[in-house]
C-alpha cells in the first residue's frame, strides 16, 4: 500500500479513491453533485437530449388506437406516410424511415398497393430501393437545426427568428393556379372571366404529381407535418404536407393548428394533402402549363401539388382555396377576413386584400386577436382557420406595430428580409430582396390572443380599402346594399408585391376581398354573408387606410394611429351614434367627427388642394367601380330580387 503526496492511500486493484477534505464539520458543505454517468464523450453527448417524452398512456376509452402497441403506431403511421408519398405509376410507395438521414433509422414502412398485385417487373426502380427518411412533426428548434445545417440563406436574427429565403418567387403566382376540372366541378366551381380558377385535366394533374412525389422521393428526406384547420371543433380538417425544406416545414407549424401528442397520436388519414416539391421546376412541355411554376388543385384527390416556387404563402393560401370549397358545402361561409373581439366580447371582421391592413388592425393591444387572415362564420359564430400569422414586415417599427414587432422571436420565420451581418439585426426598411417581406409566428406570440380561437356573431364586419386615389373618406358607414356592394367589388389599390410582379399601385378588384382564393361564384359567399349580417344585426363599414390629400405619389397614406382611433369608436358603439352627412358620387355617410381624428381628414375633398383635381379623381374612380360591376349586374344574389336590386343601386351614381 502507498501513500501519496495528500495523504490518500491507493490501492493497485481498485480506483482512485475520492479526495475528501474536511469530512466532518466543515464549512463547506459538498455541492459536487453525483458523476455523470458516460464512459464516453459520445455518451456523454447522447445524455445531452433527452427522449421525448412517452405518448400519454392510452385508458381504452380512445377508439381503435387504445387497443394497439406503440410499435404498432408506428409502422401505421410510416405506412399513412409511404402511401401519401406512392408513385401511382410504379404502385409502391417508397420505404420511409423515420428521422434524420445523419442520425439513427428508427424504423421502417414500405407501402405496396392493394390495385397491383402482379408481379413486379418494371416496379423495381432504383428509386424503390433506396429509403426516404421522414422527418415528422419536428419541433421548431430542430428545424431550426435542420434549416441551418442544410439550406443555404437561413440564418438567425439578433431577436431569435429564423430568416430564410424563398427564392426566385418573393409572392404568390395566381397564373400559375390549376384546378382539375371534372364532372362535378365543372358544375360546382366558378369558372371562366374574372375566375381564379384556371383548368386542368385529372391526367395532367397526374403527371404533374407524380414528378412531385419522384422528386421527393428522390431525396434523402422530406419533412411531413400533420395538422389542423379551423378552431372550430366540428368542422376541423386534417391536412398533410410533405415538403423538403425545413423552411416549409416550419412555416406550416406556425400557420396550421398545431395539434397536441395525443391528437398527433390518433391522426389517422389527412382530409387533405399537400406535395410542396417546390424546388423543382413543372415541366412546359406538359398540356396547361405556360411557366415553369405550378400550383395544381385536386379537389377529387384532395390533393395539392407545388412546382417551380418555394414561396412558402402557395401553401397557406392553397390550403385557404380549399377551405372555400369545403366549408360554403356545409353552410359555412369562409372569410379573407381578419377578427378580433373586444373585452365584452364584441367581434369585429376586417376584410380586405393584401396590404389593406387586416393583420395590422386586427392586432389591436386593447383587444383579443382571434386571426388575422382567415376565418369562418357558422351558425356557432366565428372561428380562425389557421394556427398563426403571417405579417407585413416593410417599414416595420416597435412605436407603431409593438404586438407584431415583439412576435418576432424564437420560432418565428422571416422571409426575405436584410439584416446586418454580424449583429443579425433586421433593417425593416430594406427592400433589397422584396418589398413583400413577411413574418409568419404562431397566433399566440401575441400576448392577447384569443385560444381557442373562436368567437360569437360578428357585430361590425369592416371592409379595408387601400385607396390609392385618395378619395375615399377614411370611415363610412354601410347599409347592408352598400355593404354587399363593395364586398363583391373587393377594391384596393396594390401596393407592394405580393402577387409576383406587380411592383406600382393601380387599382384592384377582387371579388369577395379575395377572388384569388375563392372557388364558387361570388354571390354565393355575398348571399351567405348578407344573410348572416342580417339575422346577426351587424353593421358593415368601409374603411379607407389608403390616401389622403392627393393619390399616390402627391398625397399621403393614411397615419396608422387615425385608423386606430377610427376602429376605436366603431368597437366602442360611439361611431354609430355619430352625424351623418351623404357624399356625392358615391352616396356614403360620413361622420363629422371622431375623438382623436382631426374633422378635416373625415372629407377627402377636404385634404385635396386641387378641388377640381379630386372632381375628377373621384369621377374617375367611380368609373371604374360601375365597369367592374358590369359582370355581376346579370346575377342574383339571396333569394328574392329586393336585395339584388338594392345591392345594383347601392353603387356611385353620377
Ligand atoms: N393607416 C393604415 N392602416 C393600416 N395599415 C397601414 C396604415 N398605414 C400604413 N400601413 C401599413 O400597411 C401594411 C398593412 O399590411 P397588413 O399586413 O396588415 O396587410 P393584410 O391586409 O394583412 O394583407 P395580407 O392578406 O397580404 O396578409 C402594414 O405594413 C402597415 O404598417
Ligand atoms: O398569400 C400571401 O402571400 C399573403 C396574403 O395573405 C395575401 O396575399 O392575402
Ligand atoms: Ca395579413
Ligand atoms: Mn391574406
Redesign the pocket.
Known amino acids: 500500500m502507498a501513500a501519496n503526496g495528500n495523504g490518500v492511500s491507493t490501492t493497485p486493484k481498485s480506483p482512485l479513491a475520492r479526495i475528501q477534505t474536511q469530512k466532518n464539520g466543515g464549512i463547506c458543505h459538498d455541492d459536487s453533485g453525483k458523476p455523470v454517468k458516460a464512459q464516453t464523450i459520445d455518451e456523454l453527448h447522447s445524455l445531452q437530449k433527452k427522449r421525448s417524452a412517452p405518448t400519454t398512456p392510452l385508458d381504452g376509452v380512445q377508439g381503435t388506437f387504445a387497443t394497439i402497441s406503440e410499435d404498432e403506431r408506428q409502422r401505421q403511421q410510416l405506412q399513412s406516410i409511404s402511401a401519401s408519398l406512392a408513385s401511382l405509376t410504379r404502385g409502391t410507395g417508397p420505404k420511409v424511415v423515420r428521422g434524420d438521414p445523419a442520425g439513427k433509422v428508427q424504423s421502417v414502412s414500405h407501402v405496396a398497393h392493394h390495385h397491383h398485385i402482379e408481379a413486379p417487373t418494371i416496379s423495381v426502380s432504383d428509386s424503390s430501393l433506396k429509403f426516404t427518411h421522414v422527418l415528422y412533426n419536428l419541433s421548431p428548434a430542430e428545424l431550426y437545426e435542420q434549416a441551418i445545417k442544410y439550406e443555404k440563406g437561413s440564418f438567425i436574427t439578433s431577436t431569435g427568428a429564423l430568416a430564410t429565403l424563398s427564392g426566385a418567387k418573393t409572392g404568390r403566382s395566381p397564373r400559375d393556379k390549376r384546378v382539375v376540372i371534372d364532372d362535378t366541378t365543372q358544375d360546382e366551381l366558378w369558372w371562366g372571366k374574372g375566375s381564379p380558377n384556371i383548368e386542368m385535366d385529372e391526367h395532367t394533374f397526374m403527371v404533374n404529381r407524380e414528378r412531385a412525389v419522384d422528386y421527393l422521393n428522390s431525396l434523402d428526406k422530406v419533412f411531413v407535418n400533420d395538422q389542423f384547420l379551423n378552431w372550430d371543433p366540428q368542422n376541423r380538417i386534417k391536412v398533410r404536407i410533405v415538403s423538403a425544406r425545413a423552411y416549409h416545414s416550419l412555416f406550416m407549424h406556425n400557420m396550421c393548428i398545431r395539434p397536441t401528442p395525443e391528437e398527433l397520436e390518433n391522426f389517422g388519414t389527412p382530409d387533405f394533402t399537400i406535395y410542396n416539391a417546390g424546388q423543382f421546376p413543372c415541366n412546359r412541355y406538359t398540356h396547361y402549363m405556360t411557366s415553369s411554376t405550378s400550383i395544381d388543385l385536386n379537389l377529387a384527390r384532395r390533393e395539392m401539388v407545388i412546382l417551380g416556387t418555394q414561396y412558402a404563402g402557395e401553401m397557406k393560401k392553397g390550403l385557404f382555396s380549399v377551405m372555400h370549397y369545403l366549408m360554403p358545402m356545409r353552410q359555412i361561409l369562409s372569410l379573407?377576413s381578419?377578427c378580433n373581439m373586444g373585452k365584452d366580447g364584441d367581434v369585429a371582421l376586417f376584410f380586405?386584400?393584401?396590404?389593406?391592413?387586416?393583420?395590422?388592425?386586427s392586432t389591436d393591444h386593447n383587444r383579443y386577436l382571434i386571426g388575422?387572415?382567415e376565418h369562418c362564420w357558422s351558425d356557432n359564430g366565428v372561428s380562425n382557420i389557421e394556427g398563426g400569422c403571417?405579417?407585413?414586415c416593410?417599414?416595420?417599427s416597435r412605436e407603431?406595430?409593438p404586438d407584431i414587432w415583439n412576435a418576432i422571436k424564437f420560432g418565428t420565420v422571416l422571409e426575405n428580409v436584410v439584416f446586418d451581418e454580424h449583429t443579425r439585426e433586421v433593417d425593416y426598411g430594406d427592400k433589397s430582396v422584396t418589398e413583400n417581406t413577411r413574418a409568419a409566428y404562431p397566433i399566440e406570440y401575441i400576448p392577447n390572443a384569443k385560444i381557442p380561437c373562436v368567437g360569437p356573431h360578428p357585430k361590425n364586419v369592416i371592409l379595408?380599402a387601400c385607396d390609392a386615389f385618395g378619395v375615399l373618406p377614411p370611415v363610412s358607414k354601410l347599409s347592408l346594399a352598400q355593404t354587399m356592394y363593395h364586398f363583391i367589388s373587393g377594391y384596393t389599390a396594390l401596393v407592394a408585391g405580393?402577387e409576383d410582379g406587380i411592383k406600382e399601385p393601380t387599382a384592384t378588384f377582387s371579388a369577395c376581398f379575395g377572388a384569388a382564393f375563392i372557388m364558387l361564384h361570388p354571390t354565393k359567399y355575398a348571399a351567405m354573408l348578407a344573410e348572416k349580417m342580417l339575422k346577426h344585426g351587424a353593421t358593415g363599414w368601409l374603411v379607407n387606410?389608403g390616401w389622403s390629400g392627393g393619390s399616390y405619389g402627391s398625397g399621403n397614406?393614411?397615419?396608422?394611429p387615425?385608423?386606430r382611433k377610427i376602429l376605436d369608436a366603431i368597437h366602442s358603439g360611439s361611431l354609430l351614434n355619430a352625424t351623418y352627412h351623404k357624399t356625392e358620387v358615391f352616396g356614403l355617410d360620413i361622420p363629422t367627427e371622431i375623438e382623436g381624428v382631426p374633422s378635416e381628414i373625415l372629407h377627402p375633398e377636404n385634404t385635396w388642394a386641387d378641388k377640381k383635381a379630386y372632381k375628377e379623381t373621384l369621377l374617375k374612380l367611380a368609373g371604374l367601380f360601375k365597369k367592374n360591376f358590369e359582370t355581376f349586374t346579370n346575377y342574383k344574389i339571396g333569394k328574392d330580387n329586393k336585395l339584388t336590386e338594392e345591392i345594383l343601386a347601392a353603387g356611385p351614381n353620377f
Open positions: 379573407h381578419g380586405g386584400l393584401s396590404g389593406t391592413g387586416k393583420t395590422t388592425l388575422d387572415d403571417y405579417a407585413k416593410i417599414d416595420l407603431k406595430e379595408l405580393t387606410t397614406r393614411i397615419k396608422l387615425y385608423t
